[in-house]
Each structure stands twice: as C-alpha cells, then as structure tokens.
C-alpha cells in the first residue's frame, strides 16, 4: 500500500498535473476559438443571401428614384438609409476584403445621402452594384469549395 501512495505522492507525479493542465487549457482555448469562428461563418452563410436579396430590392428603388431624380430628389436619401442599414448588419459578417468594400459603399451611400447630387448618388448606386456583385460571387466561391 505505502509503494502505492509513495508512487502517486511523489513530487513529479505533480509536476506531470500541472503540464495537463497546462496543455488542457491550450486545447480548450483552441476549441473555443475555432467554434466561434465556425459560428461567425455559419451566420454570415445564413443570412448573406437573404441580405444580398434585400440589398438588391434597394439598388433597384434606387435605380428608378434615380430615373425620376428631378422630381423624386428627396427620396434618395431614404433609400440611401435602407442600403446602408443593410450594409453594416452585412458587414460584421464578411472577410477582410469584403469588409473593406463595405466600407467604401457605406461612403458612396453617406456621399449620395448627404449631397443630393444626381451624380453622387449614381456613384453610389455603381459603388452598391459592385458590393452586389462581390459578396455574390463569394457565396458562389463558398459553394463551390463546401461541394468539393
């Protein structure tokens, strides 16, 4: 019995603990990071298509305000607003490039929101049919890579 307890008392039956534990909690913060990254990824695939779709609803209504500009001028911004509402919940959800493109259709959009000016706001409508395009594209290249 004494063999026993002095086998399991020794000092480096300790010291072999405190290295699981050690070791334990890198694995553990290893988990926890890579399930929110899964997380993250999973939200954005989830409501990016639908987002993209209202996105494009805007960018339409736009494009007809746009038309109609001299008599409709004022309703650019309000559009201009559901874009950029749409835009910012787009943008946590998105990579690195993508986000920076959000960034700069959230400027265009600010510009058109701002100005008034039938130009500006023909910029930003370009600016949003490019974001359009870009975060379609990525779901397209998202689907490819989940079909191999």
């Given at each position: 019995m004494t063999a026993i307890l002095?086998?399991?008392?020794?000092?480096?039956?300790?010291?072999?603990?405190?290295?699981?534990?050690?070791?334990?909690?890198?694995?553990?913060v290893y988990v926890a990071r890579t399930v929110w990254k899964v997380e993250r990824r999973f939200l954005g695939r989830a409501r990016l298509p639908e987002q993209t779709r209202a996105l494009k609803r805007h960018v339409d209504e736009l494009a007809t305000i746009l038309n109609e500009f001299d008599t409709r001028k004022t309703e650019v911004a309000a559009v201009a607003a559901k874009c950029r509402a749409v835009v910012e919940s787009m943008r946590g959800k998105l990579d690195r490039t993508l986000q920076s493109k959000a960034e700069r259709t959230l400027a265009a959009l600010d510009q058109a929101a701002r100005g008034a000016n039938k130009d500006m706001a023909w910029d930003a409508h370009a600016q949003i049919l490019g974001f359009v395009a870009s975060i379609e594209e990525a779901q397209k290249d998202a689907q490819w890579v989940n079909e191999r």
């Amino acid at each position: 019995m004494t063999a026993i307890l002095d086998f399991f008392g020794g000092p480096w039956f300790s010291a072999i603990g405190s290295a699981a534990s050690i070791v334990s909690l890198a694995v553990t913060v290893y988990v926890a990071r890579t399930v929110w990254k899964v997380e993250r990824r999973f939200l954005g695939r989830a409501r990016l298509p639908e987002q993209t779709r209202a996105l494009k609803r805007h960018v339409d209504e736009l494009a007809t305000i746009l038309n109609e500009f001299d008599t409709r001028k004022t309703e650019v911004a309000a559009v201009a607003a559901k874009c950029r509402a749409v835009v910012e919940s787009m943008r946590g959800k998105l990579d690195r490039t993508l986000q920076s493109k959000a960034e700069r259709t959230l400027a265009a959009l600010d510009q058109a929101a701002r100005g008034a000016n039938k130009d500006m706001a023909w910029d930003a409508h370009a600016q949003i049919l490019g974001f359009v395009a870009s975060i379609e594209e990525a779901q397209k290249d998202a689907q490819w890579v989940n079909e191999r």
